[in-house]
């Protein structure tokens, strides 16, 4: 209710303007929707791929256009996948940490061959496209699942649709791409978990509520989930993009991940590379252009 609260006390910055500006971070449920639309915002900008921050219904109720960035860079989202892989795998935080304090032992950081491992990528829009063939050249099998099947990469890299018990159980490294929605929400939890190699990888750049975090912190302390990246957090409003350094930590799901040393964590980054940013920009300021012209840019949300 106060987060709510929070985000309705912005909307008299939009007073006297047609548009909004917003990010993936800024929660615009319906009561906002209504606010906005009573000083007359008929646009809204996303300056992301993802819209699930967004009452996409109460938007389309009260005739508020949605247009986003559907492609800004899928290079950059799946090469911060990779990244979270190699880091975790050959414990590179823990050997770079120890050579700061001329501790140069190899003892703890013997990590496996990427070569030949089976990868499970759930989710095959452009960008878990873009990690099936940066697996690929890895030499990996590549397992995926989704509803709708890229052709393209199952011809230019053998991968191999099935279901997602199929998925689990044979993929060692499982990387999440999918949007965010009710049939997506929790997609990894106690059962799908149940299913896995134990000793598995997880990995999760795309929405954090595709997971259950509690559901992976048990299966983190029983052994099962060998090591878990994600760049994403079902909880983070509030906590990503904002400097915490000096507050105690209120999240106790959070608090109890970052325990396990077997777990790596960034702040929602995947994206932030130049070009993404570049893209962003000149998407959003397309789109923008195109509702001050009265055209549409084909970047509208018609859900």
Same mark, same amino acid.
Request: with cysteine; hydrophobic share 40%; charged share 20%.
């Given at each position: 209710?106060?987060?709510?609260?929070?985000?309705?006390?912005?909307? =008299?910055? +939009?007073?006297?303007?047609?548009? @909004?500006?917003?990010?993936?971070?800024? =929660?615009?449920p !319906?009561?906002?929707?209504? %606010?906005?639309?009573?000083?007359?915002?008929?646009?809204?900008?996303?300056?992301?791929?993802?819209?699930?921050?967004?009452?996409?219904? !109460? +938007?389309?109720?009260?005739?508020?256009?949605?247009? /986003?960035?559907?492609?800004?860079?899928? *290079?950059?989202?799946?090469?911060? &996948?990779? +990244?979270?892989? $190699?880091?975790?795998?050959?414990?590179?935080?823990? +050997?770079?940490?120890?050579?700061?304090?001329?501790?140069?032992?190899?003892?703890?950081?013997?990590?496996?061959?990427?070569?030949?491992?089976?990868?499970?990528?759930?989710?095959?829009? =452009?960008i878990?496209?873009?990690? !099936?063939?940066?697996?690929?050249?890895?030499?990996?099998? @590549?397992? !995926?699942?989704?509803?709708?099947?890229?052709?393209?990469? =199952?011809?230019?890299?053998?991968? /191999?649709?099935?279901?997602?018990?199929?998925?689990c159980?044979?993929?060692?490294?499982?990387? $999440?791409?999918?949007?965010?929605?009710?049939e997506? %929400?929790?997609?990894?939890?106690?059962?799908? @978990?149940?299913?896995?190699?134990?000793?598995?990888?997880?990995?999760?750049?795309?929405?954090?509520?595709?997971?259950?975090?509690r559901?992976?912190? $048990?299966a983190?302390?029983?052994? %099962?989930?060998?090591?878990?990246?994600?760049?994403v957090?079902?909880?983070? #409003?509030?906590? *990503? *993009? #904002?400097?915490?350094?000096?507050?105690?930590l209120?999240?106790?799901?959070?608090?109890?991940?970052?325990?396990?040393?077997?777990?790596?964590?960034?702040?929602?980054? &995947? *994206?932030?590379?130049?070009?993404?940013?570049?893209?962003?920009?000149?998407?959003?300021?397309?789109?923008?252009?195109?509702?001050?012209?009265?055209? %549409?840019?084909?970047?509208?949300?018609?859900?």
């Amino acid at each position: 209710m106060l987060e709510e609260m929070l985000t309705l006390n912005t909307v =008299k910055l +939009a007073v006297g303007c047609q548009a @909004i500006c917003i990010f993936v971070s800024d =929660k615009t449920p !319906a009561a906002v929707l209504d %606010k906005l639309f009573d000083i007359g915002i008929s646009y809204i900008a996303l300056r992301s791929a993802g819209f699930n921050h967004v009452d996409v219904t !109460a +938007a389309k109720h009260l005739n508020i256009r949605l247009a /986003r960035v559907p492609k800004y860079s899928p *290079f950059s989202v799946a090469e911060h &996948a990779t +990244a979270l892989m $190699l880091t975790l795998n050959r414990q590179i935080i823990h +050997a770079h940490n120890r050579i700061t304090e001329q501790d140069f032992s190899l003892d703890g950081l013997t990590g496996f061959d990427m070569h030949g491992k089976t990868v499970g990528i759930i989710g095959t829009g =452009k960008i878990g496209s873009q990690l !099936a063939s940066i697996m690929y050249g890895f030499g990996c099998t @590549i397992h !995926a699942y989704d509803n709708v099947q890229n052709e393209q990469i =199952k011809v230019s890299f053998g991968v /191999r649709y099935v279901d997602l018990q199929t998925l689990c159980s044979q993929s060692d490294i499982i990387s $999440l791409h999918l949007p965010l929605n009710k049939e997506t %929400k929790h997609i990894l939890s106690q059962e799908s @978990i149940g299913w896995m190699k134990n000793g598995v990888m997880i990995i999760n750049t795309s929405r954090g509520g595709l997971v259950n975090t509690r559901d992976i912190v $048990l299966a983190l302390k029983s052994g %099962k989930i060998g090591y878990f990246g994600m760049d994403v957090y079902e909880e983070e #409003e509030g906590l *990503f *993009f #904002e400097d915490h350094s000096l507050d105690i930590l209120q999240d106790d799901v959070f608090a109890r991940l970052m325990t396990f040393r077997n777990v790596l964590v960034t702040s929602h980054q &995947a *994206f932030l590379t130049k070009t993404s940013l570049e893209n962003i920009a000149s998407t959003t300021i397309y789109n923008l252009d195109c509702f001050q012209n009265g055209t %549409k840019s084909g970047n509208e949300l018609t859900i």
